[in-house]
């Protein structure tokens, strides 16, 4: 699944970052918490592969370890056929020639209000990566500022404003400008439309596809809104428990779901029209009774095909159809039922 190729920017093997939960009395009960356990997958240049699943997945906590924001246990990362670590094999880039990379790699925040610094003005707010990173002197610094804010649907005189005087919408205008003002090549976008009114949503999107076309940009797209991963991914890896538990392009997954747990996701999906017949599919149990930390299948609790093999053996990620990868072991189960429909 994540072989090495010249289209591909972004190369994530064997994911791992585990955390410790300290919330008994006086914090002595101590529990590993796998927020990420082993997710490994690739994404093309150009292309937007989304991440979705329930919150508390993983899916931040993935584009966080990318960017080097949170220790991981395991696992590696190559972007651009250059690899920054490998912690089995101990390798880790020197700090110097990781800056060099970081600046190609930029987040577009999940909370418009608390990820801008109130204290600083727009035009200071996204002049910083600028100076930091070298990219323009101090000179021509404002006429850099003032392109990206246009770019991104802002104006002017907005150089001098402060993050409270915007409304919601245009205060994530300006985290896109503050990220994309460097000019990377990839951009990780952690849900950056769901703290907005869904009006709002849609200029966001329109503005994020309209950016990527003219600076060619690679998205990782994480969200917990199906319609959202269907309208603007080209593919997509469904998250649950800190696995992935299916991954193909768009059309295909939501075309012909086969993982019980994407089946669900996609049943939730609200309807279009009043009249339109469409079957809801239930899990067993609530999340809150699921531990992470279990021999087999993580959804094997809740699931209603679950057998003897899923409670006592974890399923790889393997390949079903061409590009349609996912971890069950009740495939033919659920392809006898499906047929017999």
Do not use: W
């Not at 997958?41 to 899916?59: A, D, P, R, T």
């Not at 991963?229 to 086969?258: H, Q, T, W």
């Not at 939730?268 to 239930?282: A, D, F, G, N, T």
């Amino acid at each position: 699944m994540c072989t090495t190729s010249k289209d591909v920017l972004l190369e994530v093997k064997n994911l791992k970052c585990y955390f410790n939960d300290n919330s008994g009395i006086l914090k002595k009960n101590s529990n590993i918490v796998k927020a990420v356990d082993g997710i490994s997958f690739n994404i093309k240049k150009g292309e937007v592969y989304g991440l979705v699943g329930e919150s508390g997945c993983g899916k931040s906590t993935t584009g966080r370890a990318i960017l080097d924001l949170i220790p991981k246990v395991s696992g590696s990362l190559t972007f651009d056929n250059k690899l920054i670590f490998d912690i089995e094999k101990k390798h880790n880039i020197k700090r110097s020639e990781f800056k060099d990379i970081r600046k190609n790699m930029q987040m577009i925040f999940q909370d418009p209000y608390s990820s801008l610094d109130p204290h600083m003005t727009v035009g200071n707010i996204i002049k910083q990566g600028l100076i930091k990173n070298k990219v323009i002197n101090k000179k021509t610094c404002n006429k850099e500022v003032i392109k990206i804010l246009e770019l991104c649907g802002l104006r002017d005189c907005d150089i001098d404003k402060y993050p409270h005087e915007f409304s919601g919408g245009e205060r994530q205008r300006v985290g896109i400008a503050r990220a994309l003002a460097i000019r990377p090549k990839f951009v990780i976008c952690d849900e950056p439309t769901s703290a907005l009114d869904v009006s709002i949503q849609a200029q966001i999107l329109i503005l994020m596809e309209k950016l990527k076309k003219e600076m060619n940009l690679t998205y990782l797209f994480i969200s917990h809104n199906l319609s959202l991963i269907n309208y603007f991914c080209d593919r997509v890896g469904v998250m649950y428990l800190g696995k992935i538990v299916e991954e193909a392009s768009c059309e295909e997954l939501f075309s012909n779901p086969i993982h019980p747990y994407t089946k669900c996701l996609i049943s939730s999906i609200p309807k279009i029209h009043p009249k339109e017949k469409k079957e809801r599919l239930r899990l067993n149990e609530d999340i809150s009774k699921c531990d992470s930390y279990v021999s087999g299948c993580k959804l094997s609790s809740r699931c209603p095909y679950s057998n003897e093999d899923c409670i006592n053996n974890e399923p790889n990620l393997l390949e079903v159809k061409k590009d349609h990868f996912v971890a069950c072991h009740c495939n033919n189960i659920i392809e006898i039922e499906n047929t017999t429909k």
